[in-house]
């Protein structure tokens, strides 16, 4: 640049030596004009660089919690409630004998069951698809579409040894029972654990990467900030040295270009916060609960199993009543103001009646995947829809007893038409509970849908904004300086 | 210049950025280079200090597998006993890495630890002397003399929930309670099967397990409380630990010649929460 002139041989003059001085203060402000506009042109580079980072994180979380392996994880935890509904099917089709219009009739269980092996073949689809890269799980995924082709077989010899009998409602043949304890154990003691065990491992998944990038995401905000900070400090900087080396008050570009940097770092940040707190709510208040509510529903619908296979098989109604409570208890852990958890049926159903009728008052302590979803209501019709389901919970649970009560009374028939027969049965009490189950499960899942729309939306149209506004500053800079420059050519 | 003025606050977003990472990582389980490991040290067959200090069992086996696949090689192990009482408080306060005891999930327990498994579950069961014929499930025991140990409540859930009248005898412990039966002063004991298991081991020839399961005991890894990473690394330990026959062969090891029905497949996980 005009630094230095190369030293005539000859001796100055004194007024050459000024023009030479002169020069040289010149040439030190043009070099520290540039040197700062440099600052501030990487200034705004690194503000860029970093904003297009925090935001590419923000769209990476939705991407996963929102659109990615969120919706495939719950759509894993229905291939539970598939497989136990399929057992339960199949306990109620050979609990009908030959009376077929027992209840909703043969037809509809059998028609259910192929539904839900259908939904079972598209859940393990969902979780082949989660598993890619982890051997340890597609082997689980492989394990259950082996065991599911193994339980068919079984099941599919238990209904034919049925029609072959003949016979009524309620006494199903030795050798029907016996099939069907290989296919029941089978679907109890390894497909179903194995299915649970894969929800939970994807959910694990999903939590991790959640984690990563909700830390993330935190840091975007105070990262863009520091940014800001520094390249508007570079500015001002600029805006200093011009204004006492040039004596002007300010340059009106630079001013320009140091607000918009310090509007754009407001809004960014906000955006960015905004973007957090929206994948905050889409896991938390959304997944989480969506989650744990298809498992509340998942096990229920294995309850509901066990008590098909309660009525069929009175050799083992012990395992099957123990199995029950257990999976009640899992839903909804009841224990009393004492501290006493309740070890039968009859207890447990008293305490949940307690417990739900006084609701507020109740001095024991309510845990499980319900206890733990009831325990607050944030979102609007939360509360009635928590109440709801409990109510209905506990209806089935009193239908269960009546049920019970008749059969061991000796009156099977009558209670095999207590389980499935229409207003007042079991399945009525269930099937109303399993709806404001889902309704509750809903209303989270609008919550999940409505924080991706919005984290989705939030970030819209920065892809324009943030290079515009960038370049904007920067051509803001080099009009500002470019004048004061050009006094010095 | 510019840079010196950024070097703070730099300085406290990397600080900020460290303590965020090491919130969620307190106290993990992962990472380790050595584990220390709460077991029972007076349970037969799955958590027993030999005389020259050595643990053997079950649980102890369990325990060593799943540290390895965590990384942790078995010298690196410690084994601390815990009883029953302890083993909550041993976890929060850090005395041990991890719990595995014999330790049963249940929904209260889940508010103060963190569990991984089950990777077993075991059931209350009933052992009578070898000769015993004449009881055959749990409503059999009904006018027969039960052994329960102190603090327990194996009894009250044949009596009280199960309404069979059995007559109660307390001992101090479950292993007196199976001197007393060998002995002839009751005439059955239930707890947990693997336990009563583990009892049989110490006279095969003079006991019989009913095999007449009636109630679920999931057996858990306890760890500390919101240690969530280092449970589902532990349910991945547990799953591999099925999948590749070690489970299998160690149940067999420790339990293959006492007659109880063993389930060999990996059970339904709780879920770290």
């Known amino acids: ?489 | 210049m510019r840079s010196r003025a950024l070097a703070l606050p730099m300085a406290a977003v990397l600080a900020l950025s460290a303590c965020t990472g090491a919130l969620s990582d307190t106290g993990s389980l992962l990472g380790r280079d050595t584990l220390r490991i709460g077991v029972k040290a007076d349970q037969p067959g799955l958590g027993l200090r030999g005389p020259s200090g050595e643990f053997t069992g079950f649980d102890v086996d369990v325990a060593l597998d799943i540290a390895e696949r965590l990384g942790v090689e078995p010298a690196d192990v410690e084994f601390v006993e815990v009883t029953s009482a302890e083993r909550e408080e041993a976890l929060r306060e850090g005395r041990v890495d991890m719990v595995v005891a014999t330790y049963s999930i249940t929904p209260a327990r889940k508010t103060e630890v963190t569990f991984a498994g089950p990777y077993y579950v075991a059931h209350q069961d009933i052992l009578v002397r070898a000769d015993e014929r004449s009881i055959d499930d749990v409503r059999d025991l009904a006018g027969r003399r039960l052994c329960q140990g102190e603090g327990s409540n194996s009894a009250t859930r044949v009596i009280g929930e199960r309404g069979v009248a059995a007559r109660l005898i307390e001992a101090p412990t479950y292993s007196e309670c199976v001197t007393m039966l060998e002995e002839g002063e009751v005439d059955a004991v239930s707890t947990d099967d693997l336990i009563l298991a583990g009892f049989l081991l110490r006279s095969r020839d003079a006991f019989r397990i009913v095999n007449a399961p009636f109630t679920d005991e999931k057996y858990g890894v306890g760890v500390a409380e919101g240690d969530l990473s280092g449970c589902e690394a532990v349910n991945r330990a547990i799953t591999d630990m099925y999948q590749d026959g070690t489970a299998e062969a160690l149940l067999r090891m420790w339990f293959g010649d006492t007659g109880l029905d063993l389930v060999t497949s990996v059970p339904q996980f709780e879920g770290c929460s």
Request: charged content about 25%; some cysteine.
């Open chain 1, 1 to 489: 640049m005009t630094a230095e002139a190369p030293p005539r041989p000859d001796r100055p003059t004194a007024r050459s030596r000024a023009a030479e001085r002169a020069r040289r203060a010149a040439g030190r402000t043009t070099v520290r004009v540039w040197t700062l506009t440099a600052a501030c042109l990487v200034g705004i580079a690194v503000l860029f660089a970093v904003t297009t980072g925090a935001i590419a994180q923000a769209r990476d979380g939705f991407q996963v919690i929102g659109h990615g392996a969120g919706p495939k994880v719950a759509a894993t935890a229905d291939l539970y409630f598939a497989l136990s509904d399929m057992d339960a099917q199949v306990a109620n089709v050979l609990l009908m004998g030959d009376e077929h219009d027992l209840g909703a009739g043969r037809e509809e269980a059998l028609r259910r069951y192929e539904q839900r092996r259908d939904d079972a073949d598209s859940a393990l689809l969902h979780a082949a698809q989660l598993a890619e890269g982890d051997d340890a799980e597609q082997e689980n995924v492989r394990a259950v579409l082996d065991g599911l082709g193994d339980y068919e077989q079984l099941v599919a010899e238990a209904r034919l040894l049925n029609d072959e009998a003949g016979g009524g409602a309620g006494q199903p043949p030795a050798a029907v029972v016996d099939r069907y304890r290989e296919a029941t154990d089978l679907m109890r003691l390894e497909l179903l654990p194995k299915a649970y065990n894969l929800t939970l491992e994807s959910g694990a998944t999903v939590r991790a990467t959640y984690e990563d990038r909700r830390s993330a995401t935190r840091l975007g905000p105070v990262w863009v900030a520091l940014s800001g900070a520094a390249a508007a400090g570079a500015l001002i900087a600029l805006q200093l040295y011009l204004s006492a080396r040039f004596r002007r008050r300010y340059n009106p570009a630079l001013v320009v270009a140091t607000a918009g940097v310090v509007g754009l770092v407001g809004l960014a940040t906000l955006m960015l916060d905004d973007q957090a707190q929206q994948l905050r709510t889409a896991k938390e208040d959304g997944l989480d609960s969506v989650l744990a509510l298809s498992r509340a529903r998942a096990i229920s619908t294995n309850m509901n199993a066990d008590q098909s296979r309660w009525l069929l098989d009175p050799e083992r109604a012990d395992t099957y009543a123990q199995g029950f409570l257990e999976d009640a208890q899992t839903v909804l852990y009841v224990e009393d103001a004492a501290g006493e958890v309740p070890g039968d049926l009859a207890g447990y159903g008293a305490e949940v009646d307690d417990a739900v009728t006084e609701r507020g008052g109740y001095r024991g302590r309510m845990l499980g995947f319900l206890g733990e979803e009831v325990r607050d209501a944030p979102l609007a019709g939360q509360a009635a829809a928590q109440q709801e389901v409990l109510r209905a919970y506990d209806g089935f649970l009193r239908a269960d007893r009546d049920m019970r009560l008749i059969a061991e009374s000796g009156r099977e028939r009558e209670a095999v038409s207590a389980h499935m027969g229409g207003a007042g049965s079991v399945e009525d009490a269930f099937d109303r509970y399993e709806e404001a189950l889902i309704e509750l499960t809903d209303l989270h899942r609008d919550t999940f849908d409505e924080a991706v729309r919005a984290g989705d939306d939030g970030a819209a149209g920065w892809d324009v904004l943030l290079p515009a506004a960038c370049l904007a500053f920067a051509v803001l800079v080099l009009a500002g300086v470019r004048p004061r420059l050009a006094e010095y050519r």
